[in-house]
């Protein structure tokens, strides 16, 4: 008899099929189970290691056993022709084919139920290291060449209401040195996030990354006013230049030149002809139209519903005042944009008035990246005319390379025709104004509407651990939820942020669009019913029909979600151009109708990545 028969006769074959097919069930299984117990790789690796070692040790236990009716036996001592045949062979070969099934039951579950989620666990834990690293690359960037802040001018006054006058010729400094080029300006929010704060220069210099910060304060008496300036080196402390000034308030804007051209000196920059003409003020100011349109900027940069009617009206006084004075235009254009941008005032109302200011504005100062901001972002989310939307941003940065708000506003314009560049625009903005909030979300929504959840979700939890009231990066962890199908924790999110935005439509609309989809009906629809009945009210605010029809999309009603998206178009509601980020409208569209809007719009109908 030939040594493969007798390997055949012995079931050395068949325990080896038997053994190895257990033995392969058995890895797999540990590897599913042992990381839910908290156990190592290591331990996986053991069992592997035994399972090598006894498979030729059992091979071998075959060899020399034969498994009888009357138990083992070594295989010498049966003898052929007295023992009738038993049935070791069948019984092997039923246990083959049982760990077969299981195996392959087993292969099927991994494949189809198992593997997507460790797939998506796996991309996922990936995209979030990378976020994690390239966020921790940017913040240990190497601070840029001629980097400056200028922290909150200190209000010296016995009269407390001089705070404005402070804070405004801080952000006129801020707005003269943005635009010079070779010059990295820490823009508004984050040099006031320091406002009052007792911290060393170079704290703070570190924190901005900067590698000087200019300070001062201010002593304004009726019509005259006193204020010191003095630039500090972060690196060492000490002072690279300071200075006093003594001015009529009418000539505070020459005090304005005065301390760019001094910095400008100090870090040794080269001004362009065009920069130099910029800065150069020789015109004085009506004292009180000055005052007016210091205060219009100080409640505007509330940006809350209050804030925008007060500085509305100090731009308008200021204006009657001095009619030839450009900055309240300015002013006043971006007032009435962003009103409408948030929902303070309807499209129809504030766009035009905006358009009208920004020309006022332009006509007396071409070089208003403000007035052209403003304008800008009207060509855009109201006229849907790209061209001229492309043509003010980008002159408007071009003006102010340093300014966060013209870099906010051309992102904006990047996420509808090119959003595959918006990213590093806002990343770049977020360069300029690294403790902005509104920054900060703009980045967090450029990721999310590329899809890059990881990234998004990183940067909401930054913006959360300083300010876990911040309304936008609770919309957006709702809004990667909810395409997660995660409903539970995207009304957890969602709820926040309609508490914390004070009851947004924006943020009741995708609360609502979430009840919807989660199958809770009757939540959404009294949510919707309540935003029906604020289109209806008299009282200030404007709730957007492209938020209306988010919510009947949620709830499935294509036909009335198509209808009150032809009244956004109707009412050029600011939303429609992000038709292709979020929301999107999924389930939309394919329908005719959705792809008329597109067109319309001049939106691309492709998908965003």
């Not at 921790?136 to 909150?152: D, T, Y």
């Not at 995660?486 to 609309?509: H, I, K, N, R, W």
């Not at 569209?589 to 719009?601: C, G, M, S, T, V």
Request: glycine letters at 6%.
């Amino acid at each position: 008899m030939s040594i493969v028969q007798e390997l055949k006769r012995r079931n050395v074959f068949r325990v080896a099929i038997a053994y190895l097919t257990g033995a392969w069930l058995l890895v797999e299984i540990t590897e599913t189970l042992f990381p839910i117990y908290g156990l190592s790789d290591a331990a996986v690796r053991l069992v592997v290691t035994l399972l090598a070692i006894g498979f030729p040790l059992t091979l071998v236990f075959s060899w020399i056993f034969e498994l009888t009716p009357e138990g083992l036996r070594l295989e010498k001592d049966i003898d052929p022709s007295v023992t009738p045949a038993h049935p070791t062979g069948k019984k092997l070969d039923r246990a083959i084919i049982v760990l077969l099934a299981l195996a392959l039951g087993y292969f099927a579950f991994d494949k189809f139920v198992l593997e997507p989620e460790r797939v998506v666990e796996i991309a996922e834990t990936a995209a979030r290291s990378a976020a994690e690293q390239a966020l921790e690359q940017q913040k240990r960037a190497a601070v840029p060449a001629g980097s400056i802040a200028v922290l909150p001018f200190t209000n010296m006054g016995p009269d407390l209401e001089n705070e404005f006058f402070s804070d405004g010729l801080t952000e006129e400094l801020i707005g003269a040195l943005a635009k010079i080029s070779g010059l990295h300006v820490t823009a508004r929010t984050s040099a006031f996030a320091f406002k009052g704060a007792n911290q060393d220069i170079r704290d703070i210099g570190k924190r901005l990354n900067v590698r000087t910060v200019l300070e001062g304060s201010v002593r304004r008496e009726q019509h005259r006013v006193r204020i010191t300036a003095q630039l500090i080196n972060v690196e060492d402390g000490f002072h690279l230049w300071s200075d006093s000034y003594d001015y009529e308030l009418e000539g505070v804007l020459a005090v304005q030149e005065a301390i760019s051209r001094a910095i400008v000196d100090a870090l040794e920059i080269q001004l362009s002809p065009r920069v130099d003409e910029q800065l150069h003020a020789s015109a004085r100011v009506n004292s009180e139209a000055y005052d007016l349109y210091l205060k219009g900027r100080y409640y505007w940069a509330r940006l809350s519903m209050g804030g925008f009617q007060q500085s509305i009206e100090a731009f308008q006084k200021a204006i009657a005042i001095d009619p030839g004075y450009a900055p309240p235009h300015a002013g006043l254009a971006n007032a009435y944009s962003f009103a409408g941008y948030f929902g303070v005032m309807p499209p129809r109302e504030a766009y035009p008035l905006s358009i009208n200011e920004a020309n006022a504005a332009l006509a007396l100062d071409p070089s208003s990246s403000e007035a052209l901001v403003a304008r800008g972002m009207a060509w855009l989310v109201y006229e849907w005319d790209w061209d001229r939307a492309r043509e003010d941003l980008e002159l408007a940065v071009e003006l102010s390379p340093n300014s966060s708000l013209a870099h906010w506003a051309y992102t904006e314009y990047l996420t509808v025709v090119d959003p595959a560049t918006a990213i590093d625009s806002a990343l770049h903005a977020l360069s300029l104004d690294p403790l902005s909030l509104p920054i900060m979300n703009l980045v967090a929504f450029a990721y999310l509407e590329r899809g890059k959840f990881a990234e998004a979700t990183q940067m909401d939890e930054d913006i959360l651990a300083m300010d876990p009231t911040f309304a936008a990066a609770h919309w957006n962890r709702g809004v990667i939820h909810m395409l997660h199908g995660q409903f539970d924790e995207a009304l957890e999110d969602l709820g926040q942020a309609v508490e914390y935005s004070g009851g947004m439509p924006s943020t009741l609309a995708l609360q609502a669009h979430a009840y919807a989809r989660s199958g809770d009906e009757a939540n959404a629809l009294a949510v919707l019913t309540g935003l029906l009945d604020r289109r209806e009210s008299p009282g200030p605010g404007y709730v957007s029909p492209l938020q209306i029809a988010y919510v009947y999309e949620g709830l499935g009603r294509t036909e009335d979600a198509l209808a009150w998206l032809e009244q956004a178009v109707a009412e050029r509601d600011g939303w429609l151009v992000f038709l292709n980020a979020f929301p999107r409208f999924e389930s939309l569209r394919a329908e005719p109708r959705f792809k008329d809007i597109q067109q319309r719009l001049g939106l691309p109908e492709g998908d965003r990545k």
